[in-house]
């Protein structure tokens, strides 16, 4: 149903699009470029240019932080070597030997299922 909305949405969007032709195109784009060429709207893309390094900067910082509380919030321990092998607490993944399940417990924290 979903699809079927869309084809005709798309259909009638082309023969509406089609019938408005090339002449109504070329107003839509006149009107485009005159306002990307006005001086105001130049002067605030520049403001922006200007300012897109710092925010970037800020966001880079925030970003690192915030990464950093997460790692700390993580409890479990995993590794991954270069060879395939992979561990963490309940247990490893060697590609030689196969997999190895710690069954003394279930996962970190070693809680017994009931």
């Known amino acids: 149903?979903?699809?079927?909305?869309?084809?005709v949405g798309a259909g009638v969007g082309y023969v509406l699009g089609a019938r408005a032709g090339r002449e109504r195109y070329d107003q839509i784009a006149?009107?485009?470029n005159?306002?990307?060429?006005d001086p105001r709207v130049q002067t605030k893309v520049e403001e922006v240019k200007t300012?897109?390094?710092?925010?970037a900067h800020t966001l880079g910082d925030q970003a690192k932080a915030k990464a950093t509380e997460v790692k700390a919030k993580v409890?479990?321990?995993e590794t991954t070597g270069t060879s395939g092998t992979y561990?963490?607490?309940?247990?490893s993944v060697d590609p030689t030997?196969?997999?190895q399940v710690d069954s003394s417990s279930f996962g970190p924290g070693g809680?017994?299922?009931p």
């Open 1 to 7: 149903m979903n699809k079927l909305l869309l084809l």
């Open 30 to 32: 006149d009107q485009a």
């Open 34 to 37: 005159k306002l990307w060429t």
């Open 51 to 55: 300012k897109a390094p710092e925010v």
């Open 75 to 77: 409890s479990g321990h």
């Open 87 to 91: 561990s963490n607490e309940t247990g």
């Open 97 to 99: 030997t196969g997999p």
């Open 111 to 113: 809680d017994k299922l």
